[in-house]
Each structure stands twice: as structure tokens, then as C-alpha cells.
């Protein structure tokens, strides 16, 4: 842990650990007036629920036109979640999330993806065991909710393993060697993986989701594909999956294979298949958020489907998740930004990479609610770029209903240098321009 991440024994000891009363800013908690629909008066836009407006007027196009239908189907995707709430496992020593301001209060959200091969659809490669969390994304969503940014860390990074908990309360000791980040998932589960993140950054988690390969596979089938690009020709006689080089769509298992291919694509590294994960990732974001994605009740219906049908989660119910994808279409495609956490190589654990010092500035924006500085941005990807990772024109990178990233970038500048912060965010407005040729042929990308 970073010696000056805010962590310990929450004060007072009032609630349990992860208690979300205690995480609400002050700023929340001037309730809003319900009662008022006074004629003349315009009521103030609500972003969070037109996700679920969209969706309910979809249905009824579909010919649901009953309550009943309506009320059936979202009892349904409500039922598809597998709802575990993970707090009790995470200790009584959680970091405790700074005072930032804001309308509304930050979001940090863990995503994992396990390579488990139980399951329905989950044994798409032939292969036995499983159980590691094969992707880790950290996102952060601004309390203004005007950026937002995915920190994907590579699953083979040296870490030092907290304690961790069973679900009976009793402890797996501490690592005493270091192991690859991924083996937490495998040791403790989802709740170990976050109690590693917690303890290591000192950014408090609010929820996380962990999707297998079968949801996954199903997400981007409900899409239609999701399009890459593909600079050579993949032949992947293990899996019997070949793949033409050029700009196409793939799903199915084929997405699969091309996300977590790693030795028949790129430098055959894990930390630039990462990168290539950010791409595809970036790429379904932007497909989902699109307006057609919502004027086709159909499709929308598919992938409300396959979202909710494998996961497993602590987000209490699909409103929930709707008012965040409202929020990730607020922001727009062209602000939500992908980035690696800085490492070097390293010789702890066998083939693996190792944080440098710059993490710490890193986790520090995370828990301070900052933009990214220009160290950071400059090998950005965004869910608005190109399938090769190179800026899309058509978009606006940098901008968003508050002004431009840059704009934000020096403010952000001017109030780290106000407290005496070494992030060195000065020069932080520079925008992201995608990955370098070098980039982009080391990830796989044309």
C-alpha cells in the first residue's frame, strides 16, 4: 500500500464494513422536491433514467403492452443476476473514500473476468481448470460525471497477497512471496481480488461484476459482432478458429479467441493483450451506446439478456445498471479512456511485470476523483477510437458537456500544484492520441 493511501479501521465503528450510508457525500444529501409538478415549471433533466425509459418504451413496441409484461420481463433480468454482496469478506480495514465535490458521489467499479471452464458455453477451448480472473479493469466514474477511465491491470503483475477471508470468516493468510495478481481470484475469489486492490491503491471499491466467457460471448453476439482489426491472419488450429487480417466483426468464438489470444497475435505478451482487450472493450461501449443500439428494442432486449444471464455482481438490481449505462452515454464514447497500469519487467514471478513508482500517482488521481494527467494520456485508447486504437475523426476527443478534457487536465494541474502533489500535472493538456505504430503492432492492432 502507498504510504499515504487513506486506509484503517473506519472511525467510530458506528456500521459494518462497506456499509453504503457511510460513503454518501454531504453533497447527496439535499433531497430533491417530488411533490411539485406546478404547471410552467420544467422539471430538471434526470439522465440516470432514460436508459429505463428507453427500455420500457421499447418493450411496449414489441407488442408488450400489458403492465404485466412489462413488470414479467424486468422481474426476469433482475432474476438473471447472480447478486452476492462480498463486504463481509473484505475486512474491517477497507480505505475510506476522500471527500471530493461533486453533484453526486464517485464511482469505482472492479470488473473481472474469470477463465472458468464450468458452466454452460464456458468450455470454448477445450481446455480443463480455469478459476483465475483472466481480465481486471478498474473503473472510475467522475462525481461530476463528465469523465470516466478503465485502469486494466495485467493478471501476471508481481503483487504481495493480502489476508483475505472465507465465506465461514476465517482468514487465508497473506502471501508470504510474491504471485501474479490473478492468483488471488483463484485463492479467494472475487472478494480476494478486491481486498488485493483495496489494500495495494487504497481506493475504496463501491460494486464490482464478474462475467464469464459464455457472458461475455453473449454480449457481443447480442451486439450483431463487435469489429476489429486484424493485422495478419490468425490460424488457430488448437481452437479450429481462423481469422482473415482487415477490418471485420467478430462474435461468437471467434471473439473469444481474438481477445484472449496471445502467443499467435502482437508480441505474444500478456500486458499488450491487454491492450487489445481495451480496443474490443472500447469498441462494444461505443456500439452499445450508439443510438441504434437503442432504437432497436430487439437488440436491446438480447443484450439486457445476456448482461444480466452471467453475472455476478453486488448491483441490487437492473435500474441500477441502467442509470449507469445512462451516465457512460452522458459522458460519451470519446471520454471514457483505457490505460495499463505503468509497469517494467521484473524477475519476482516467472514471466511476469512489476509496478513502477508511477502507480502511485495513478491511484492517487483514482481516489482524489482527477482526470488523467498527460503522462497517462499519452497512451490512451478510448471507447470512441478507431478498431485499430487510433483517434476516430468523426468523434470529439476531449470534449464533454463540461468542456474539453485539456480544460480539465489544467484545472486538475493548478489544484494538485495548490497541493503540493507530485503528480507533475502541469503539462497535462495533452489529449490522448491512441497508441503509436510501434503500440499499436506490439497489441495485435493495425
Known amino acids: 500500500m502507498t504510504d499515504d493511501a487513506p486506509t484503517g479501521s473506519r472511525p467510530g465503528g458506528n456500521s459494518e464494513p462497506g456499509s453504503r450510508a457511510r460513503r454518501v457525500s454531504s453533497s447527496r444529501a439535499v433531497p430533491r422536491s417530488r411533490g411539485s409538478r406546478s404547471r410552467g415549471r420544467r422539471k430538471a433533466p434526470q439522465p440516470g433514467k432514460t436508459v429505463v425509459k428507453v427500455i420500457l418504451s421499447s418493450l411496449l413496441s414489441l407488442s408488450l403492452f400489458t403492465g404485466v409484461g412489462v413488470v414479467l420481463l424486468y422481474n426476469n433480468w433482475n432474476n438473471n443476476l447472480v447478486r452476492e454482496d462480498l463486504d ?18 464517485p464511482l469505482n467499479i472492479l470488473v473481472m473476468g474469470s477463465d472458468t471452464r464450468s458452466g454452460k458455453g464456458n468450455g470454448i477451448d477445450g481446455e480443463s481448470g480455469g478459476g483465475l480472473s483472466d481480465t481486471t479493469i478498474l473503473f472510475h466514474v467522475s462525481a461530476d460525471r463528465t469523465f470516466a477511465y478503465g485502469i486494466s491491470i495485467p493478471r501476471d503483475t508481481a503483487v504481495m497477497r493480502p489476508v483475505c477471508y472465507r465465506e465461514d470468516g476465517s482468514e487465508i493468510a497473506a502471501a508470504t512471496s510474491y504471485s501474479k495478481w490473478n492468483a488471488a ?75 484472449r489470444a496471445r502467443y499467435r497475435i502482437g508480441d505474444g505478451t500478456d500486458t499488450n493483450r491487454t491492450r487489445r482487450q481495451q480496443a474490443f472493450i472500447g469498441s462494444m461501449i461505443n456500439k452499445a451506446l ?52 505503468p509497469w517494467g519487467g521484473t524477475d519476482k514471478v516467472s514471466g511476469g511485470v512489476e509496478w513502477t513508482p508511477e502507480i502511485n500517482k495513478l491511484w492517487r488521481l483514482v481516489r482524489r476523483d482527477k482526470p488523467l494527467t498527460a503522462e497517462f494520456l499519452k497512451d490512451a485508447l478510448s471507447a470512441g477510437d478507431n478498431p485499430d486504437g487510433t483517434p476516430s475523426v468523426s468523434g470529439s476527443p476531449g470534449t464533454s458537456p463540461s468542456g474539453t478534457a485539456s480544460d480539465r487536465a489544467s484545472e486538475t494541474a493548478s489544484g494538485n500544484a495548490s497541493d503540493g502533489a507530485s503528480e507533475g500535472a502541469s503539462n497535462g493538456t495533452e489529449e490522448s492520441g491512441g497508441l503509436s505504430d510501434e503500440g499499436r503492432a506490439a497489441a495485435g492492432l493495425c
Not at 473484505?90 to 471530493?100: A, F, S, T, W, Y
Not at 481506493?203 to 450483431?224: Q, T
Not at 488457430?236 to 461468437?252: F, H, P, Q, S
Open 88 to 105: 463481509p469478506l473484505l475486512g474491517d480495514d477497507r480505505p475510506v473514500k476522500e471527500e471530493v465535490v461533486g453533484p453526486q458521489e
Open 290 to 341: 450508439t443510438a441504434g443500439m437503442l432504437a432497436r428494442p430487439d437488440r436491446l432486449i438480447s443484450f439486457i439478456n445476456a448482461a444480466t444471464s452471467s453475472l455476478q455482481t453486488d448491483f441490487k438490481n437492473i435500474s441500477q445498471m441502467a442509470n449507469l449505462a445512462a451516465t457512460a452515454q452522458g459522458i460519451g464514447a470519446d471520454n471514457i479512456k483505457f490505460i495499463t497500469t
Open 185 to 259: 481470484f483463484a485463492t479467494g475469489g472475487p472478494a480476494c481480488t478486491i481486498r488485493q486492490l483495496e489494500q495495494l491503491s487504497g481506493i475504496r471499491v463501491d460494486n464490482y461484476v464478474v462475467v464469464d466467457f459464455n457472458g461475455f460471448r453473449d454480449m457481443v453476439n447480442a451486439l450483431d459482432g463487435v469489429e476489429v482489426c486484424i493485422p495478419e491472419d490468425i490460424n488457430d488450429e488448437v481452437r479450429n478458429i481462423y481469422l482473415k487480417a482487415g477490418t471485420r466483426e467478430v462474435r461468437g468464438k471467434e471473439a473469444l479467441t481474438y481477445v
